[in-house]
Nanobody
């Protein structure tokens, strides 16, 4: 069993920054992919970024590339999403997720991920 707890969401003005954290517990994560997804109001859940727990492979959605950075702290079992130059269209509930079966690949469909956090709201005002 894997438990994921997000934190760090909030209200920020356009152009500002936030850092989301995802604290993971329950199992070892060395072979997992950790992802961030978001669900804007009235829209479907979408991929934001992912990172292999071992190694440094990362993947970003085109909409956040160059503005968001995903990272992980193995000692703290925590994954981060640093979000800079935020835009109103980044407003969404952000979810942390774990893919425990991807092997060496990073997948973007949310259905590939089998453990999810409860989500944290990010609101960007214009």
């Amino acid at each position: 069993q894997v438990q994921l707890v997000e934190s760090g969401g909030g209200l920020v003005q356009a152009g500002g920054s936030l850092r989301l954290s995802c604290a993971a517990s329950g199992r070892t994560f060395s072979s997992y992919t950790m992802g961030w997804f978001r669900q804007p109001p009235g829209k479907e859940r979408e991929f934001v970024a992912a990172i292999r727990w071992s190694g440094s492979n990362t993947l970003y959605a085109n909409s956040v590339k160059g503005r968001f950075t995903i990272s992980r702290d193995s000692a703290e079992n925590t994954v981060y999403l640093q979000m800079n130059s935020l835009k109103p269209e980044d407003t969404a509930v952000y979810y942390c997720a774990a893919d425990t079966s991807s092997g060496v690949f990073i997948y973007t469909p949310w259905s590939q991920y089998d453990y999810w956090g409860q989500g944290t709201q990010v609101t960007v005002s214009s």
